[in-house]
C-alpha cells in the first residue's frame, strides 16, 4: 500500500490543486502540486488533461509500452449542482492514430475521483499481473495499492465493475465507484473502450491502453468536499441552468435522443451508407426513433447531475437485454454496415457493449471489411496478416463464419465484431487494427476507401454534403471527429452553402470548435449549448461563481483558442504532418449521387483553401504549423 503526502498548492474554488500520480510498475504515488495559473490557463477536462499529458508522456512513447501516461482529468464544476457537470476526461496518446486521443465519459466516477482529493490521476508503468488499482481518497490523502484481477480478466467491462464493486463494499463507508476494460481493450484492440456504469470513454483506444499494462480497472472513493468560492451565486446560477436545461433547446435530446438524425439526415442525403458509398439509406425508417420505440419497451435514463436525460435504451424484443441506443451507434452499425434490421443493429451494439469496442470505429472498419470484400480486394479466407499488430492473436484458430459476409447482413456484423473484439485468428487479427492499418496492408484502392482520418474511423455526417464538418474532420486533432469540431452546426446553419465550403466556412469552424474546447474543459455536457443566449459570459460566470476568479468572456475566448493550439502542439511534437489533416481519396474522386447532395464533392483546392483560410484563423503558419511566439502569446508551455 502506497501513501502520499498530502502536498499541493493552495488552490482557487473547484479545484485541490494537485494531480496524483501512480506508477503501476513499482506501485508507487506521488502528489504533483498544479500551479494555480496553470488550472486558470487549462480550465480542467480535456484542457488540463493535455497540459499533463504533454509533460508525463515524453515525445515519441509508443501508446502501448509502459512509458505512456494515462491521464483522468476531472473539472472545477464536478460535484457541484451545475446540470451536466459530473463528468471526466480520459487523455492519452492513442493507440490508433498516434496523435493525443481526449474522451469524455460521464457519471459517479467523476464525483468519486474529485472527492478522493485530487484534479487528475495520471496512470504510468505496468502492472505485474492483470490487476486493479484501488485509490482510497477518504482521509488527509489519498492511500493507493494494487490488487489482483485474474478473476476479472475476461470479463465484460460491466461484470467486473459489478464484482469488483461487491467485493470492495464496506457496509457504512463511502463506495468505490469504478472504470473498467471488456475483452478488446485486454486484446489490445486499437479502438478499445474504457466503461463506467455502462457509459463509455469511446473514441482512440484508451481501452487498449489500460490493457497493456494489465490494469482491468481503477476503483475511487472520497470523502473530501471542494470548497466553492461564492456558493449562493452558484446556487443561483445552477438553478436558472436547470430550468432552462428543460427548455425548447434540449426537446429532441429529451424526447427522442440523438437517434432522430437518422430521418433527418436520411432525408438530407448526407447519411453515411454502405461505408460511404451512398448517402441515403433505404432502411432508415426501420431504424429512426419512432419505428424503434413501437415495438420495443423504452426507458429514459441519464448521466449523474444531469437534468437533461437524453439517455433512450431500448428492450431487445423476446430478451431482459436492454440497449443504450445512440445516432453514431445507430448508423455505424445500421446504414454504414447496410444492415436495416433494428434488433440486428441493437444486437450489434449489445456486443460492443459486452467486448468493449467503439461503435464508430468497430462499425467503420467492418463496413470497410464489406466493401473490400465487395470488390475483390479482401479474401475473407486468406487475409494478409497485419503489420506491426498492437498485440498477438487470440489463442487456437478462428471458426469459419459459415455465413455471408456481405452488406446487410446483420449476421455478418455480429461475426466480425466477436472476431475483432476477441482477436481471433486471421480476420479478426486485422479487423482489430482498424480501418487505416488494414489499408495500409492491402495498399492501392483500400487506401481510398478506407474511411478514417489520421486512423481514426469518421463518424455518421457525409464529408462531400456537409464541408464544414469535412474541414472539422481533416483538421480534427484526434482524427475524424465530430464532438470536438462540432463544424455540422455551420453546415446546417440558415443560410449556409453545406456542399461548397471556402475561407468563411473555415472561419465559422474554428468558432464551433473553439467552443466545444471550452465546454470540454468546463466539462459540461453538449447537449447544453443551445441554452446559453451568451455563452462565453454565462460560463464566465459560472466559474467565477466556481473558483472566485474575477473571469471574463474574453478570458474564455483565449482560454479556447490556447486550448486547441495545445492539442495540436502535442501532435506537432510528436511528428504531425500536414499530409494528415485531409480525407480519404474517395471523397475527391466520387460524387454523390442522390437526393439534396446530388453531385457533391470534394476538391482538392477547396479543402485546401478551407484549411489555410483555417490555420491563418488559428494563427498556424501555411504548413499548419504552430509557431514559437504563438505558443509564448498563449502561455501553452
Ligand atoms: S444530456 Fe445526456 S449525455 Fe449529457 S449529461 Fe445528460 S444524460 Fe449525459
Known amino acids: 500500500m502506497a501513501r502520499t503526502d498530502s502536498g499541493g498548492t493552495r488552490a482557487a474554488g473547484g479545484y485541490h490543486g494537485r494531480y496524483l500520480r501512480v506508477d503501476l510498475t513499482t506501485g508507487s504515488a506521488t502528489l504533483v502540486p498544479l500551479p494555480v495559473e496553470v488550472l486558470r490557463r487549462f480550465i480542467g477536462g480535456i484542457g488540463l488533461g493535455t497540459w499533463i499529458l504533454t509533460r508525463e508522456n515524453p515525445t515519441g512513447t509508443e501508446p502501448l509500452g509502459a512509458a505512456a501516461a494515462v491521464v483522468f482529468a476531472l473539472s472545477p464544476l464536478v460535484g457541484t449542482p451545475l446540470t451536466t457537470s459530473a463528468k471526466f476526461a480520459v487523455v492519452c496518446k492513442s493507440p490508433l492514430t498516434q496523435r493525443l486521443n481526449d474522451a469524455l465519459s460521464s457519471s459517479h466516477f467523476a464525483l468519486a475521483a474529485k472527492r478522493a482529493g485530487f484534479d487528475a490521476l495520471v496512470v504510468t508503468g505496468i502492472c505485474a499481473r492483470p490487476s486493479i488499482l484501488v485509490v482510497d481518497g477518504c482521509g488527509e490523502a489519498p492511500v493507493i495499492h494494487l490488487e489482483t484481477a485474474e478473476d476479472l480478466w475476461g470479463l465484460p467491462a460491466a461484470g467486473a465493475e459489478a464484482r469488483l464493486k461487491a467485493r470492495l463494499h464496506r457496509p457504512h463507508e463511502p463506495g468505490f465507484h469504478t472504470v473498467a476494460i471488456g475483452p478488446a481493450g485486454e486484446r489490445l484492440v486499437r479502438f478499445a473502450t474504457l466503461s463506467h456504469d455502462g457509459r463509455h470513454a469511446g473514441r482512440g483506444g484508451c481501452g487498449a491502453v489500460l490493457g497493456a499494462k494489465l490494469l482491468k480497472a481503477i476503483a475511487v472513493r472520497g470523502d473530501r468536499q471542494v470548497r466553492v468560492a461564492h456558493p449562493e451565486k452558484l446556487n443561483a446560477l445552477a438553478r436558472d441552468l436547470s430550468i432552462r436545461s428543460l427548455g425548447p433547446a434540449t426537446e429532441k435530446y429529451r424526447e427522442l435522443g440523438t437517434v432522430a438524425n437518422m430521418l433527418v439526415f436520411n ?257 459540461l455536457c453538449k447537449f447544453l449549448r443551445g441554452v446559453f443566449k451568451d455563452f462565453h459570459g454565462e460560463t464566465a460566470r459560472l466559474l467565477a461563481a466556481v473558483t472566485g476568479w474575477e473571469m471574463t468572456a474574453g478570458e474564455l475566448r483565449r482560454s479556447a483558442r490556447r486550448l486547441v493550439t495545445a492539442r495540436k502542439w502535442f501532435n506537432q511534437r510528436e511528428g504531425w504532418t500536414e499530409a494528415e489533416d485531409t480525407l480519404p481519396g474517395r471523397f475527391f474522386s466520387t460524387p454523390l449521387r442522390e437526393g439534396p447532395s446530388a453531385g457533391a464533392i470534394l476538391t482538392r483546392t477547396g479543402l485546401d483553401e478551407m484549411r489555410a483560410a483555417y490555420y491563418v484563423g488559428r494563427g498556424w503558419n501555411l504548413k499548419g504549423e504552430v509557431p514559437a511566439t504563438l505558443r509564448r502569446e498563449l502561455e501553452i508551455e
Do not use: W
Open 267 to 523: 432525408r438530407l442525403a448526407v447519411l453515411p451508407t454502405l461505408n460511404f458509398q451512398e448517402s441515403t439509406f433505404a432502411g432508415a425508417a426501420g431504424l429512426s426513433a419512432e419505428a424503434l420505440a413501437g415495438t420495443r419497451k423504452k426507458t429514459r435514463k441519464s448521466c449523474a447531475a444531469c437534468t437533461i436525460g437524453c439517455e433512450h435504451v431500448y428492450g431487445v424484443p423476446g430478451t431482459t437485454t436492454e440497449v443504450r441506443l445512440e445516432y453514431e451507434s445507430l448508423f455505424a452499425l445500421g446504414s454504414l454496415c447496410g444492415v436495416g434490421d433494428p434488433d440486428a443493429v441493437l444486437e450489434a451494439v449489445r456486443i460492443c457493449d459486452e467486448l468493449g469496442l467503439d461503435t464508430i470505429s468497430a462499425g467503420g472498419t467492418i463496413a470497410f471489411t464489406l466493401e473490400c470484400i465487395q470488390r475483390g480486394l479482401l479474401d475473407p479466407a486468406a487475409p494478409p496478416a497485419p503489420a506491426d499488430a498492437a498485440g498477438p492473436p487470440g489463442p487456437g484458430t478462428a471458426p469459419p463464419p459459415g455465413i455471408d459476409l456481405r452488406f446487410g447482413n446483420g449476421a455478418a456484423v455480429h461475426y466480425l465484431l466477436h472476431a475483432m473484439g476477441r482477436r481471433q485468428p486471421g480476420l479478426g487479427h486485422l479487423l482489430a487494427e482498424g480501418s487505416r492499418r488494414m489499408s495500409a496492408v492491402m495498399g492501392g484502392e483500400a487506401e481510398a476507401i478506407a474511411p478514417h482520418v489520421k486512423g481514426l474511423e469518421i463518424p455518421g455526417y457525409e464529408p462531400r454534403a456537409l464541408q464544414a464538418m469535412a474541414l472539422g474532420f481533416a483538421v480534427g486533432t484526434r482524427g475524424a471527429d465530430h464532438n470536438r469540431s462540432s463544424a455540422y452546426e455551420v453546415d446546417f446553419a440558415e443560410g449556409s452553402d453545406r456542399l461548397h465550403g471556402d475561407a468563411a466556412t473555415a472561419r465559422a469552424g474554428i468558432a464551433t470548435e473553439d467552443r466545444a474546447a471550452l465546454m470540454d474543459s468546463l466539462i
